[in-house]
């Protein structure tokens, strides 16, 4: 997969994609990534890349010169079906399903705001999608853009270890993970719970499963809903529900 950056601070995004895994990513080449300064495509002769907003308001608004161009030229060099993704609070909210959408694209091509937002035929003549990653405001998009970059790249084959990590993880059954443990088996006398040191497989498991449906019923109950539960866990759910509101 191509993955290209547009922004203004590239100094922001280079590190984090030398290192760690999307870093591993490139060297194994399962992802090529480059990251683009929008200035370089600025006509103005005094670098501006951002304007006044008509109608009036605060902040600054980026100019559709240099977005229009530099889009437009490295797109030319990114493989047919890619799409332009725009980071801002006003887009679709972003989750593990749109990641996973992403992913299966031959190229992403994030274009990062900054100051008060680009201008809005940018997003109407040149962007395919604009994606939330939250219901807050950041001072650019290029967090946001890492955030969907690295949530893509885990849907690569190849990018992490193991395949079957997905299905156990956070969002892929509709629940939250269960509580991860590691080495030692106690720590400061806190041992770990006694049934993952069992070797009992089925045990471990529905423990696990228990312990995923305890998690997500108290902390994202709007999950719940949507989650594929036995009629039994969802009596279970019901059930803890009553009692925490009679203690
Ligand atoms: C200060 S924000 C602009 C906010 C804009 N004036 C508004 O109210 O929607 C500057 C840039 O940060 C990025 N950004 C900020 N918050 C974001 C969020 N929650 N999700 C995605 N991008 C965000 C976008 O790229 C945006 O163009």
Redesign the pocket.
């Known amino acids: 997969m191509k993955i290209s950056f547009l922004t203004l601070f590239p100094e922001v995004i280079e590190p984090y994609i030398a290192a760690s895994i999307p870093g591993r990513a490139r060297q194994k080449g399962l992802a090529d990534i480059s990251v683009h300064n929008i200035r370089d495509w600025t006509q103005d002769k005094h670098g501006r890349v951002d304007d006044y907003p008509f109608g009036g308001g605060a902040g600054m608004v980026m100019t559709p010169q240099p977005l229009f161009d530099s889009i437009d030229a490295v797109r030319a060099q990114m493989p047919a079906g890619t799409r332009v993704v ?6 679709v909210p972003f989750d593990n399903r749109l990641a996973r959408e992403l992913a299966a694209l031959p190229g992403l091509l994030l274009v ?7 201008d809005q035929r940018v997003i109407d003549h040149r962007v395919d999608i604009e ?4 219901d ?6 290029e967090l ?1 853009a890492l955030i969907v970059m690295d949530a893509v790249l885990r849907f690569i084959p190849g990018v992490v270890g193991n395949e079957c990590v997905h299905d156990e993880e956070s969002f892929e059954r509709g629940l939250l993970e269960y509580p991860q443990y590691t080495r030692p088996a106690v720590f400061r006398g806190i041992p770990v719970p006694e049934v993952l040191l069992s070797g009992h497989h089925a045990h471990i498991a529905a423990w696990q499963r228990r312990q995923s449906l305890i998690r997500t019923a108290s902390v994202r109950p709007d999950l719940i809903k949507g989650a594929q539960l036995t009629q039994a866990e969802r009596e279970e759910i019901a059930s803890a529900r009553d009692e925490s509101t009679a203690e």
């Open positions: 725009c980071p801002s609070p006003g887009g990062c705001g900054h100051y008060e937002g680009i994606i939330s990653i939250g807050y405001v950041l001072t650019g998009g946001p």
